[in-house]
T-cell receptor, first 115, second 110 residues
């Protein structure tokens, strides 16, 4: 069964360092998302991406964050200068139909620890 | 309150009992979905109900939607230990995002 894959599963970094989290969405999906979840808490929307551009972003997604689909398969989230409060689980998701009627398929997440 | 709030925050029941979780939201929606998250794992889609539907079933799951009250409920019948997880509702407001609720942590005791 097709699945969304994320790498790395866990990354530890020093505050101020750049981090890139990678995702391979399901191949025929057109809409891509990043969410984050601080330990055991609410799942927070970061950004959605369609047709090679950001469709919507939250207030969390400030200038320190960027997303890119560098080729036909990968979807990346870059945090330019990490802060302690960026420590969280980051989930990538994809869907065929976007927010109108589409089920989201989630990866297993990348745990980011900022020291 | 925030878009998508589940209650109770935590629920502990015996195997075989039914579990009911509720979700309230604030703005108009096109559809509402329920997801399950096992500890430390990704979210898994359970069921989607559209704004013009009132009830939907899938196996042991029953979802209701009351758009006049801006609320939904998820019923899991004959619960099993394997149903132990966090359950989230997610609302689509017509923009390119789903807003997730705060989640209900369900523990089913064997």
């Amino acid at each position: 069964e097709p699945e969304v894959t994320q790498t790395p599963s866990h990354q530890v970094t020093q505050m101020g360092q750049e981090v890139i989290l990678r995702c391979v969405p399901i191949s025929n999906h057109l809409y891509f998302y990043w969410y984050r979840q601080i330990l055991g808490q609410k799942v927070e929307f970061l950004v959605s991406f369609y047709n090679n551009e950001i469709s919507e972003k939250s207030e969390i997604f400030d200038d320190q964050f960027s997303v890119e689909r560098p080729d036909g398969s990968n979807f990346t989230l870059k945090i330019r200068s990490t802060k302690l409060e960026d420590s969280a689980m980051y989930f990538c998701a994809s869907s065929t139909q976007g927010a109108i009627s589409g089920e989201l398929f989630f990866g297993e997440g990348s745990r980011l620890t900022v020291l | 309150s925030q878009q998508g709030e589940e209650d109770p925050q935590a629920l502990s029941i015996q195997e075989g009992e039914n579990a009911t979780m509720n979700c309230s939201y604030k703005t108009s929606i096109n559809n509402l979905q329920w997801y399950r998250q096992n500890s430390g794992r990704g979210l898994v889609h359970l069921i989607l109900i559209r704004s013009n539907e009132r009830e939907k079933h899938s196996g042991r799951l029953r979802v209701t939607l009351d758009t006049s009250k801006k609320s939904s409920s998820l019923l899991i019948t004959a619960s099993r230990a394997a149903d132990t997880a966090s359950y989230f509702c997610a609302t689509d407001t017509g923009t390119y995002k789903y807003i997730f609720g705060t989640g209900t942590r369900l523990k089913v005791l064997a």
